[in-house]
């Protein structure tokens, strides 16, 4: 059996129960269509056997756009879909049933062959829309948290999520206002923060089309300068995200301010800290500070050497946002203060910055101790100095102590 994944990302889309048949032409690529109780469904397929991956491209229902995902098969019975390279016709019929297309069918060709397929629609994961305040919602479960300041002006989004799921991000964002999307504000070069961005942008309306974006009639997608260089590549070099993805508007000082929704914003570039390009973006009235990757909630900071980041620039952009915050007193416990929307993780307070600087200071300040007695890194991961917060932060791969502890290591090594 090969089994085909895919996700329908047209909101609404639903397959009820129905038979279908029709014809599988396969090759290089492969177009099926089929006819469900009524319901036009078609797409093409993109893939090769050997590299045991496809993806589904140009699929509608009833001529709407739906969107698919990687698909990977889940055994090597793969000379159904091509046969030495040679295009060959396969007779095909089939059920729906709920989110499951099961197609049965045989090949023509110089020997018959049986062969089954299994579509599977996966429903998206479900977003989180949490209320900060009246006008100010945060959505999490699109990768990066995604803070979402609505009101006359129309909607200021920090940040966009993933590549994955930029249409269940504007179904969230349609709940909370009926206005336009005006701007995207990127807090990092990062793929969960700028994978949403040409989706959401196009869905958008800029203030001023004429000046502020190079896509007329687009958002405008804001970021400081360097992640513009991050997201562009040089000359000859491919980028590693479609030019509709890119910022439309840069700044290179230090802040950034705008005037939106009778809110002054803030955004302030926080150099060489999880990368060299970062921003917080601070919305006054609101009282709430996005912070980007310089803080996730669950696991130690990632920073980012070889992207411009470092320990002690880490350190001084979380002194900022202690700074910044103020912190519910003299009604300690009470709902108030400055709310601070983490990269990744729970909504947090100044309390919570306070212990999060606290613990990557201590860290730092073990690892620069046994640099200082001339241990090796392997040395210094033996030592394990970032014990005990290892329960509380820990994770895998870039997330791991491990990972940390390398990254302040050669952070420390490029400033000596």
């Known amino acids: 059996m090969v089994k085909l994944v895919l996700v329908c990302a047209f909101l609404g889309c639903s397959l009820a129960a129905a038979d279908l ?18 319901e036009r469904f078609s797409g093409k397929i993109e893939g090769r056997p050997g590299d045991r991956s ?18 990977h098969d889940d055994q090597d ?23 499951e297309i099961t197609i049965s069918g045989s090949r023509e060709g110089s020997s ?21 305040r009246p006008n100010f919602h945060v959505i999490a479960g699109a990768g990066a948290n995604i803070s979402v300041q609505s009101g006359p002006d129309g909607v200021i989004l920090v940040d966009a999520g993933s590549a994955a799921m930029p249409d269940q991000v504007l179904a969230a964002v349609q709940k909370l206002s009926a206005r336009p999307i005006r701007f995207i504000i990127n807090t990092s070069a990062d793929a969960d923060h700028v994978g949403g961005n040409a989706r959401i942008a196009a869905a958008g309306e800029s203030l001023t ?44 000082r230090n802040e950034k301010p705008m005037f939106l929704n009778h809110e002054g914003i803030e955004v302030r570039f926080q150099p060489a800290a999880h990368s060299d390009g970062d921003s917080i973006v601070f919305f006054r009235r609101s009282d709430i500070v996005a ?11 990632l920073i980012d050497v070889e992207q411009g980041g470092s320990i002690q620039g880490e350190i001084e952009a979380l002194n900022h946002l202690v700074e910044m915050a103020i912190p519910s007193t003299p009604l300690l416990g009470q709902d108030a203060g400055t709310y601070v929307v983490p990269g990744h993780g729970r909504i947090m307070d100044q309390a919570d910055v306070v212990e999060y600087r606290d613990m990557v200071t201590i860290v730092r300040d073990v690892v620069q101790d046994l640099m200082n007695k001339h241990q ?11 014990k005990g917060y290892e329960k ?20 420390l090594s490029k400033k000596q």
């Open 291 to 301: 912070a980007g990757d310089l803080i996730d909630s669950e696991h130690f900071p």
């Open 392 to 411: 509380r932060y820990g994770g895998d791969g870039p997330q791991s102590a491990d990972h940390f502890v390398e990254a302040i290591f050669v952070s």
């Open 376 to 386: 090796t890194l392997d040395e210094i991961k033996q030592a394990d100095p970032a």
């Open 54 to 71: 496809y993806k589904i491209v140009d699929g509608t229902l009833n001529g709407n756009a739906i969107s698919f995902f990687v698909l």
């Open 21 to 38: 048949s029709g014809h599988w032409s396969a090759g290089r690529s492969n177009v099926f269509t089929f006819q469900l109780e009524g």
């Open 77 to 99: 019975d793969l000379e159904v879909i091509e046969n030495g390279g040679k295009p060959f016709r396969n007779t095909a019929s089939g059920v729906v049933e709920g989110d």
């Open 209 to 252: 089309p004429a000046s502020r974006s190079l896509l007329p009639g687009e958002a405008t997608i804001l970021a400081h300068e360097h992640v513009l260089d991050r997201m562009s590549a040089p000359t000859g070099k491919q980028s590693p995200f479609p030019t509709a993805a890119w910022p439309t508007e840069t700044y290179f």
């Open 112 to 132: 018959q062959r049986a062969y089954k397929l299994v579509l599977k629609r996966i429903r998206g994961p479900e977003l989180e829309i949490i209320e900060l």
